[in-house]
C-alpha cells in the first residue's frame, strides 16, 4: 500500500514538471486579440508606419512637395526685383444644377521699375491661385519702354482700346505720378516718377490697361530714331533752334 502511494505521487509530480518546463504561451482567438497582445508586447515598435502606401496620407506626401515647390517659386521671383501690383480682383459667379458656382478673376501688373512692364490676367476658384496664374502671365508679356532720364516720358501720347481713351504727358522732375487708378500702378510698377495722365470715355480697369499699354508701345527714344534714321542723336536735337553745344550736351544726358 505505502509503495503504491509513492509511486502516485512521483507520477504527479513528473508530470507537473514537464507541464512547468513546456508550458507554451497563450494563442488568441480573435485577430484582435491577436493585435492586442502584439501592441502590448512590443508597444511603440509595433505601430505600422503612416504614408509609407501609395494610397495612404496623400495630403502628407504630394502636398509637403507641391509646397516645397510654391516655397522656392516664391523665393526666386522675391529675389528677381520685380515689382507685382494686384489692380482689381472680380468675382463671378456660375449657375449650375446643384446651385452657384463662385470663382475670382484677378488683373496684376508687373515691372522691374527700370523700364520693363507687363499685365495679366488669371481665373480660378480661388483668389490665391487666380493672382498666381495672372502674375505668371504678366511676367511671360512684359515690355520695355524708353524712359527719358530714367525717370518719365520722351514724349506725349494717345492710346485707346475699346472705349477707354488715355492721355499720357511728360512732365517735369518733381511732378509725380498724376495718374488714378490702375494706370497709377502701371507707372509705379514700370518706373516712372514724374508723368501726367488722363482717361476718358471708360472706368473699366481691363481696357484702362490695355489703353495704357497702347500708349507706351508708340513711346520711342531719339536715340532709337537717330539709330533708324543712320544719323546722330545731336543731328535730331539740333533741329529745333538749339545750338551745336547744347545739343551735343542734351543728346549726352538722354539715356533710355
Known sequence: MMADENKNEETVTAETQNAVTNEQPAVADTPSEAADNQSAAQGDEGQPRQGRGRGGNREGGRGRG?????????????DDGIIEKLVHINRVSKTVKGGKRFGFAALVVVGDGQGRVGFGKGKAREVPEAISKATAAARKKMIRVALKEGRTL????KGHFGAGKVTVRTAPAGTGIIAGGPMRAVFESLGVADVVTKSVGTSNPYNMIRATFDALQDQTSPKSVAQRRGKKVADLLGRGGASEAEAEADAAAIAE
Open 66 to 78: 507641391r509646397g516645397r515647390r510654391d516655397d522656392r517659386r516664391q523665393r526666386e521671383e522675391e
Open 154 to 157: 520722351h514724349h506725349d501720347g
